[in-house]
């Protein structure tokens, strides 16, 4: 449920950066999806094994930062992607806000 949610999430921030902000200009709609579905992959582990043992604030942090890497580096690696830095800054920023809320609930289960 928690790749689910994820997946559903950061499909939603990414369509919105698209359409409100502009900057964000992947080649292809594949490697979006891509790189929606490696975040999603990724932050779903680091849930698991990161999440309990560094807390929810260094958590947070850590993982909005690897968003932010993610979301801009990988222009460099498809030819024909233009990814703003401050796009990926907002995405990663808003996306941070809602892990953060979320790994809240994830820890109060105990999960």
Same mark, same amino acid.
Request: hydrophobic share 55%.
């Given at each position: 449920?928690?790749?689910?949610?994820?997946?559903?999430?950061?499909?939603?921030?990414?369509?919105?950066?698209?359409?409100?902000? %502009? @900057?964000?200009?992947?080649?292809?709609?594949?490697?979006?999806? %891509?790189?929606?579905?490696?975040? =999603?992959?990724?932050?779903?582990?680091?849930?698991?094994?990161?999440?309990?043992?560094?807390?929810?604030?260094?958590?947070?942090?850590? @993982?909005?930062?690897?968003?932010?890497?993610?979301?801009? @580096?990988?222009?460099?690696?498809?030819? @024909?992607? /233009?990814?703003?830095?401050?796009?990926?800054?907002?995405?990663?920023?808003?996306? %941070?806000?809602? /892990?953060?809320?979320?790994?809240? /609930?994830?820890? =109060?289960? %105990?999960?």
């Amino acid at each position: 449920m928690n790749f689910l949610l994820k997946v559903a999430m950061y499909t939603t921030v990414f369509q919105g950066a698209y359409l409100l902000l %502009g @900057g964000l200009n992947y080649s292809t709609w594949l490697v979006s999806a %891509g790189v929606i579905l490696f975040l =999603a992959t990724v932050g779903h582990f680091a849930d698991q094994w990161i999440l309990p043992r560094w807390g929810n604030i260094l958590s947070t942090i850590s @993982g909005g930062l690897f968003m932010i890497a993610v979301i801009w @580096g990988v222009q460099f690696v498809f030819p @024909g992607s /233009e990814v703003y830095f401050s796009v990926a800054v907002v995405i990663g920023v808003v996306l %941070g806000i809602v /892990e953060y809320q979320m790994h809240q /609930e994830l820890l =109060a289960k %105990g999960s």
